[in-house]
């Protein structure tokens, strides 16, 4: 495996100013730069994107930016409120924007719920599938109050089951991200063979 840290971006797809998504994927940033991995936080609340249009996207003066993001990142925290059993339209609109920058790297998701999120979480494999991304096999989802309060997590099973998840971002993470660059400096026939240069 490569000395190299894993880039992990960790997005925030809420935009409510007392977001309990906010505090589990800051926290999970945390554990996981703790860890060696380096961390990136895309808080669409205080980094708005226009809504995606497929025609003028990458004409924007800060997409280039938000690209070279989305290109050095080996793993993806997707944290998002459920919101009548889907992903936040911020998150889906951050989504939409790329495609073939998803490709082989590995989705962990994150969602707040009081109803274990699992439409929510179906949907974000969805997205990865339809981009020929990973994810692990299962999402992370906690309750309000219940595992979360006063910017603390306080859910004992939460918190064991976030560390959990962090362990296998970063474990997972990294031999994915180590097995995407060998597949994209080789000529083997795998679906990463049409992102070479």
Same mark, same amino acid.
């Given at each position: 495996?490569? +000395?190299? $840290?894993?880039?992990? =971006?960790? %997005?925030?797809? +809420? =935009?409510?100013?007392?977001?309990?998504?906010?505090?589990? @994927?800051?926290?999970? /940033?945390?554990?996981?730069?703790?860890?060696?991995?380096?961390?990136? @936080?895309?808080?669409?609340? #205080?980094? $708005?994107?226009?809504?995606?249009? $497929?025609?003028?996207? *990458?004409?924007?003066?800060?997409?280039? /930016?938000?690209?070279?993001? %989305?290109?050095?990142?080996?793993?993806?925290?997707?944290?998002?409120?459920?919101?009548?059993?889907?992903? +936040? +339209?911020?998150? #889906?609109?951050?989504?939409?924007?790329?495609?073939?920058?998803?490709?082989?790297?590995?989705?962990?998701?994150? %969602?707040?719920?009081? *109803?274990?999120?699992?439409? @929510?979480?179906?949907?974000?494999?969805? &997205?990865?599938?339809?981009?020929?991304?990973?994810?692990?096999?299962?999402? &992370?989802?906690?309750?309000? #109050?219940?595992?979360?309060?006063?910017?603390?997590? %306080?859910? *004992?099973?939460?918190? #064991?089951?976030? *560390?959990?998840?962090?362990?296998?971002?970063?474990?997972?993470?990294?031999?994915?991200?180590?097995?995407?660059?060998?597949? =994209?400096?080789?000529?083997? $026939?795998?679906?990463?063979?049409?992102?070479?240069?």
């Amino acid at each position: 495996m490569s +000395s190299k $840290p894993l880039n992990v =971006l960790a %997005v925030i797809g +809420s =935009l409510h100013s007392e977001s309990v998504t906010r505090v589990v @994927v800051n926290h999970t /940033a945390e554990r996981l730069r703790a860890d060696g991995c380096a961390v990136d @936080v895309l808080d669409l609340g #205080k980094e $708005p994107l226009p809504l995606y249009n $497929p025609d003028t996207a *990458e004409d924007r003066p800060a997409f280039a /930016a938000l690209k070279a993001r %989305v290109d050095r990142a080996d793993v993806f925290i997707l944290g998002t409120p459920d919101y009548h059993g889907s992903i +936040s +339209s911020a998150l #889906k609109n951050f989504l939409d924007h790329f495609w073939h920058e998803f490709a082989g790297k590995l989705f962990a998701t994150v %969602v707040a719920s009081h *109803e274990k999120g699992l439409t @929510v979480t179906d949907q974000l494999r969805t &997205v990865a599938r339809q981009c020929y991304a990973w994810t692990l096999p299962y999402g &992370v989802s906690f309750a309000e #109050k219940a595992d979360v309060k006063n910017s603390k997590i %306080v859910g *004992e099973a939460f918190s #064991k089951r976030l *560390e959990m998840m962090i362990h296998d971002t970063r474990v997972y993470g990294a031999a994915l991200a180590h097995q995407r660059r060998a597949d =994209l400096a080789g000529d083997a $026939p795998g679906f990463m063979a049409r992102l070479r240069n």
